[in-house]
């Protein structure tokens, strides 16, 4: 698989760091970035490879997804110094899996006509699935 094939992971926190083993158990090549040394060694021992930035990261991947805390950490590695807008390609995929208000991403100035990039966006509700009754 070569580089640009490789899924990008932003964020190796405990989603994330789940995130990351199930993409190296199905044999993906994984690129990983994170404030944390820890978290990037422990990816790393999974067999990811650690970049120096989001922008690094995304350079070299066709999706990447973004498992942060909140608005302001999103902001920081989408669109920041160094931040994966910079060098995401045409045709990735940015996959943002943060805590954020639906308005947020509706409202993104990086949405706007013109834009680099198209932006989707589907809302996702938490909540418990019931149980299918037992047979």
Do not use: H
């Not at 760091?17 to 970035?33: H, K, S």
């Not at 999974?46 to 999706?63: E, R, Y």
């Not at 302001?72 to 954020?100: C, N, R």
Request: hydrophobic content about 45%; aromatic content about 2%.
């Amino acid at each position: 698989m070569n580089g640009k094939q490789s899924v990008g992971v932003v964020g190796a926190g405990q989603m994330g760091m789940g995130v990351v083993l199930r993409l190296r158990e199905r044999g993906l090549a994984v690129r990983v970035r994170d404030v944390r040394r820890e978290a990037e060694e422990e990816a790393r021992a999974a067999g990811a490879q650690v970049c120096d930035s989001p922008a690094a990261l995304a350079a070299a991947c066709a999706v990447v997804i973004t498992l942060v805390v909140d608005e302001a950490q999103t902001e920081e590695v989408v669109f920041g110094p160094s931040g994966a807008a910079e060098t995401l390609g045409v045709d990735a995929v940015l996959v943002m899996s943060s805590t954020v208000a639906p308005a947020y991403a509706e409202s993104s100035p990086r949405a706007s006509p013109g834009a680099a990039c198209t932006w989707w966006m589907r809302r996702c509700r938490a909540g418990r699935r019931k149980r299918a009754p037992a047979r």
